[in-house]
């Protein structure tokens, strides 16, 4: 499944990877510091996530908790094929490179991305 993130809410996916699951008031702090946003504004991006089913939301004593339901190999992949087609016009296994130098994916991740590639690219 091809996704098409914006930028913030790939930032949002990043914090809920890196945490697991938050509040919306702990998103909030987070992503505010890099956006800027009201409380409010915040909410609403998270739910227009839920319902374009990229987080999940769970009930726990009256708190929403979210968590992010798209993985960060396909979300990263998503983005990377997008990338590599729309702006570069080259296939994503020439960007992988990239990504072993950088920390961004641990090496399960990168060999997962690499199979979920190889998987998009024979469905297309």
Do not use: C
């Amino acid at each position: 499944m091809k996704y098409n993130f914006i930028s913030t809410e790939f930032d949002i996916l990043k914090i809920l990877w890196k945490h697991g699951q938050l509040s919306s008031k702990e998103i909030h702090e987070e992503i505010s510091l890099k956006t800027g946003w009201a409380y409010s504004t915040t909410r609403t991006v998270i739910e227009r996530m839920v319902k374009k089913e990229y987080l999940l939301k769970n009930s726990f004593h009256g708190i929403n908790i979210y968590s992010a339901k798209v993985s960060k190999v396909h979300a990263f992949a998503s983005q990377i094929s997008q990338f590599a087609d729309k702006i570069l016009e080259r296939d994503a296994f020439s960007l992988l490179p990239l990504f072993v130098k950088s920390d961004a994916l641990s090496d399960d991740e990168l060999k997962e991305l690499k199979d979920y590639l190889k998987s998009m690219e024979s469905n297309e």
